[in-house]
């Protein structure tokens, strides 16, 4: 498994009057990467999700430079059911970054990318024996959500290296749905099954062993994760003295949030990464037989690296205002699901008279809607807006729920746009269907 840090790669200027998602406003338009939205939305239609490539990469560097800063042999996995666009990943591999993968087609994708094997770490939950022998087949590393995949593992395809994933018990996020730990969690496993785990691994003859949690997502404090990571080490301890074995890989997972309301601090990363490698030192000093430290950020890279444009369809004023958009939830789920914010921008033209509106979509849902009783420009049909921090879990948790096809996406860099996966079709949304015959007959 190698070690390392960012590559010298594209970077982009940074934008005048910046959005919490760096898209800036010039002259009554609104840009993103030094591309104008309406230019995007002209080209390519909408709804598009529109990334800027160089925010990737800042942030990328920033999170890379606070843990590099403080522990030497260190390894970034991006999360990459956050932002699963073979053009993100290809740009986290050009960045040195590896790939955290949630099952078999996500690590195939990200070899897709460019990705090395032992550039991978696969952490399925309730993974089959099916998916486990590939993956030890394709060469990734492999997390166990779950002792009893360990009954997979037989004969010649006993693996050098296995982590498994702990439940510590506590966990935080934005909302219920991103608590990924605790007693109603069903990830990982507690201090008990875990011990009974490393032990079983052990017997088969595994001798190169990690240990992993992930707790939550979107957290801004970061004095949390010292706290969990002290909680993670202190459980990696007793199974290193019940067991008899030591850890050569901590993975503290991701967490790490971004704001998304105006007012709200961004996460002190400089201060989670002093936090975590105190509490790495205090366990393991810091000489070079230190295990690596490794991390799984996807929200903190992608987040607010992407917005969402969309047009609006129509103006229903009465008791409410609804302005409804070309983008659902089937578009984008995180604010029905979650009951997310996310802050929406007027995109074509300068703001003037403003009211109070609910902006949603045109799915057959009444939990449809991007924002509720917000106040926003006066808008009309054509007008063109602007969800921001629509980069991590928005193309990759949409649907085609009420026949609608996915929408597109393209890349910017310095100006320069081009389309990277192109807008579904009807035939996208039935091609893999078939009537039986008798099916096809007309009723007499």
């Not at 840009?31 to 939305?41: D, M, P, Q």
């Not at 033209?349 to 939990?367: H, Y």
Request: with cysteine.
């Amino acid at each position: 498994m190698r070690t390392r840090g960012p590559r010298k790669g594209a970077t982009s200027k940074k934008p005048v009057k910046e959005t919490a998602s760096g898209a800036s406003k010039i002259g009554g338009v609104l840009r993103i990467g030094g591309a104008s939205c309406v230019e995007l939305a002209d080209c390519y239609g909408t709804p598009l999700y529109v990334t800027d490539e160089g925010r990737i990469r800042e942030n990328y560097r920033r999170i890379w430079h606070a843990f590099a800063n403080r522990w030497r042999n260190l390894r970034v996995y991006y999360a990459v059911k956050a932002n699963a666009n073979l053009s993100v990943l290809s740009i986290l591999r050009q960045e040195g970054a590896g790939a955290d993968c949630s099952g078999v087609e996500e690590a195939r994708l990200a070899m897709m990318a460019g990705f090395r094997p032992d550039d991978i770490l696969l952490t399925a939950s309730y993974i089959n024996a099916t998916d486990l022998k590939t993956a030890l087949a394709l060469g990734v590393r492999v997390n166990l959500d779950d002792a009893s995949a360990l009954d997979h593992i037989t004969g010649e395809g006993i693996p050098a290296f296995i982590s498994m994933r702990i439940n510590p018990g506590v966990g935080r996020g934005h909302h219920a749905g991103v608590v990924t730990a605790g007693r109603d969690s069903k990830f990982g496993m507690d201090e008990t099954a875990a011990v009974d785990a490393y032990e079983k691994a052990k017997a088969l003859g595994i001798r190169d062993f990690g240990i992993h949690m992930m707790a939550g997502s979107g957290s801004l404090d970061a004095d949390y994760f010292g706290e969990i990571t002290k909680k993670l080490l202190g459980i990696a301890d007793e199974i290193s003295t019940r067991v008899g074995i030591e850890f050569s890989f901590v993975d503290l997972g991701g967490g790490f949030g971004i704001p998304h309301r105006n007012g709200e601090r961004p996460l002190d990363i400089n201060r989670a990464a002093t936090l975590i490698t105190d509490e790495m030192k205090a366990s393991f000093g810091s000489s070079d037989r230190a295990p690596v430290l490794a991390i799984e950020p996807g929200r903190y890279i992608v987040g607010d690296s992407t917005i969402l444009l969309a047009r609006v369809r129509s103006v229903k004023r009465g008791v409410k205002t609804f302005v409804g958009i070309d983008a659902g939830m089937n578009t984008f789920v995180r604010p029905a699901l979650y009951g997310a914010y996310h802050e929406i921008l007027l995109a074509n033209r300068g703001e003037k008279d403003m009211e109070t509106v609910s902006v949603c979509g045109t799915i057959c849902e009444n939990t449809d809607l991007m924002a509720k009783d917000v106040l926003l420009p006066k808008m009309e049909p054509g007008d063109l807006v602007a969800i921001l921090n629509a980069g991590a879990y928005g193309f990759s948790m949409s649907s085609q729920y009420n026949t609608n096809p996915r929408p597109a996406e393209a890349l910017v860099l310095d100006g320069t746009h081009q389309l990277t996966r192109e807008r579904e079709t009807l035939s996208d949304v039935i091609g893999r269907q078939h009537v039986p015959p008798r099916l096809t007959r007309q009723a007499n």
